[in-house]
C-alpha cells in the first residue's frame, strides 16, 4: 500500500509539465533572451559545447508540446529541441563563442518564463558563464530572527552581511551575487530555496546569527543538511525550523519544484549535492578559523535538519556568524568590521570551494590563480585589501600601481 501512494504521488509531480518555444528578444544592452514557457519550475541543466560553438538546457520531466527548430540571426545560428524519454533537451546553436547565463525561470500569470541570455564577446575562445551566488539573509519582515542586547535584531546583522558578500561578489569578475531578501521583507522557507533555483544558482549560502537559551554560547558555525542533528545546539534551532516547516510545505504553490519527491526520484544526485555541500562549509569554516576576531563554536562542520538547505542538486550550507544572545558575539557583530570579516570569510571560502570544485563552462574551469576586481567609487586599497585577505602592498605590487591612486571603473588582479 505505501509503495502505491509512492508511486501516485510521484506521477503526480511529474505530469503535466510541457515546455514550448515563445520568442527571441534583443535587449538594449546587447544581450540576446531566449525565451520559453513551461508548466512549472523544473530542474534543469545547463551546459556549453564547442566545435561547434552551443549551449545546452537539459529539462527534466518535460515535454515538447511541438517541433522546435528556428533559424536566428547572429550569434544564433539556431534554436532546436527534441525529446529523450521524459527529458526535453534544448539547444541554441551558435556561429562564435558568447557570453551565456544560467537559464532562469519565473512565475508568468500561472506558468514559468525561461529564459537564457547570451552576449556577444568578441575576447572569448571558447562560452562561458558567471558563478551564481544565491545569498540568503536570514529571517526578515515579521520574523525578526533573535534579539540580543539593545534590541539587536537577527535579521538586520544578516542583511548587513550579506550585503557585504553581495558586494564583493559583484564586483568581482565571473561571479554573480543573486540576494534572496535585499530588504526587510518577509519570506517564507518555501521561498528561499526555490527563488536559488528559478535565479539558477550554483551554491546557495545562507546567513543566521541566532540565539540560545544560555548567553554563555558564542562562536560561529556552518551547517548543512542531515535529519539528525550533530549537536545540541543544532538540535535546537532544527526544532525552531520545524515549526515553520510542516505549514511551509503545504504552501507549496502549483508551479513550484517539488525538493521532496525530486529527492525520491534522483537519489544519487542528492547524495552528491550532500558531499559537495560539506566541501563547501568546510572551506567556509576554515577561513572562519582564520579570523582572529571570530570564535569558532563547532571546530567540524555541523547537521541540522534545515528545509533551506534542502535542494537535490544545488550545495547548499548555513553560517551562522554568532549567537547574538552572546554579548562578545553581539558587541563583534554590530560593528561593520566584524561583518565585513564574517563576509571575507565566506567569499573565500566558496572562492577555495570552486578551485576545490571548478564549474565547467566558467573562470574557475581553468583557475587564474587571481581574481580581477572593478574598482568602484569609494573604494580605497586598504579596504579591498581586508575583503579579500591580502595586504594593500601585495596588491600594489600585483598590479604595479606604484602607490598611483586607483579610480572608479580600473581593473585589478588580486591573488588569493
Partial sequence: MNRLIILSFLSLFIRGNEISFDEIQVMGNGEISINFNLNKVSLIKSYSLESPSRVVMEVNQANLVSNINVPYNYPVKKVRASQDGSLSRIV???????????????????????????????????????????????????????????????????????????????????????????????????????????????????????????????????????????????????????????????????????????????????????????????????????????????????????RVLKSIDIPSVLVESGFITNPEDAQRLKGKPGRRMIARSVFLGIHNYFKDQPKANTFMSIDPGYVTYKIQKGDVLSEIAIRFGVTAEEINIKNKLNNKPIYPGQLIKINI
Fill in 92 to 306: 541554441i546553436d551558435l556561429y562564435e563563442p558568447v557570453h551565456w547565463q544560467n537559464p532562469i525561470q519565473t512565475i508568468d500569470t500561472e506558468n514559468i518564463k525561461l529564459e537564457l541570455k547570451i552576449k556577444r564577446n568578441k575576447k572569448l575562445n571558447e562560452s562561458i558563464r558567471d558563478i551564481i551566488v544565491a545569498i540568503d539573509a536570514g529571517h526578515g519582515g515579521k520574523y525578526p530572527g533573535a534579539v540580543g542586547p539593545n534590541n539587536i535584531l537577527e535579521k538586520d546583522v544578516t542583511l548587513l552581511i550579506a550585503k557585504e558578500l553581495e558586494r564583493t561578489l559583484r564586483d568581482t569578475y565571473g561571479y554573480k551575487p543573486i540576494m534572496i531578501r535585499d530588504g526587510d521583507e518577509t519570506l517564507g522557507l518555501n521561498d528561499r530555496y526555490q527563488d536559488a533555483r528559478k535565479y539558477g544558482a550554483d551554491i546557495f549560502v545562507s546567513i543566521h546569527a541566532d540565539g540560545f537559551r544560555l548567553s554563555s554560547v558564542k562562536g560561529a558555525s556552518v551547517f548543512i543538511w542531515s535529519d539528525e542533528a550533530s549537536s545540541t545546539v543544532a538540535r535546537n534551532l532544527s526544532e525552531k525550523q520545524r515549526k515553520r516547516i510542516q505549514a511551509d510545505i503545504k504552501n507549496l504553490k502549483p508551479v513550484d519544484f517539488d525538493e521532496d519527491a525530486a529527492r525520491t526520484l534522483y537519489p544519487e544526485m542528492y547524495e552528491i549535492k550532500i558531499s559537495e555541500s560539506k566541501i563547501l562549509g568546510t572551506k567556509i569554516l576554515d577561513q572562519l578559523k582564520r579570523d582572529p576576531f571570530t570564535k569558532i563554536h563547532k571546530k567540524n562542520v555541523e547537521y541540522a535538519d534545515f
